[in-house]
């Protein structure tokens, strides 16, 4: 059975850091691509940022080039999200997801975390 559990969201100021993080089991999780989303309310969810199975290639939205850094430790079955620089339309709740190899910017992920909430003050 597969499970992605996401940790570390919470409520931060404006300009300030998270770090997010999803912990994998029940895959080979060095074979699977994994992604980050958000959902905002009211709204589709959205690719925030992705990396490859070997975590040789990062891919993000334009949103949040340059704030947030995806990456991953296959030794830990992790992956993270490092978010600076956090503004208020960061708000969401945010997913990981994991796809068999190759990354893909749709939600055509094969597996999902619960989500775990992020609210950014002003």
């Known amino acids: 059975q597969v499970q992605l559990v996401e940790s570390g969201g919470g409520l931060v100021q404006a300009g300030g850091s998270l770090r997010l993080s999803c912990a994998a089991s029940g895959l080979t999780f060095s074979s699977y691509a994994m992604g980050w989303f958000r959902q905002a309310p009211g709204k589709e969810r959205e690719f925030v940022a992705a990396i490859s199975w070997s975590g040789g290639s990062t891919y993000y939205a334009d949103s949040v080039k340059g704030r947030f850094t995806i990456s991953r430790d296959n030794a830990k079955n992790t992956v993270y999200l490092q978010m600076n620089s956090l503004k208020p339309e960061d708000t969401a709740v945010y997913y990981c997801?994991?796809?068999?190899?190759?990354?893909?910017?749709?939600?055509?992920?094969?597996?999902w975390g619960l989500g775990t909430q992020v609210t950014v003050s002003s």
């Open positions: 997801a994991a796809r068999k190899f190759q990354v893909v910017r749709t939600t055509q992920y094969e597996y």
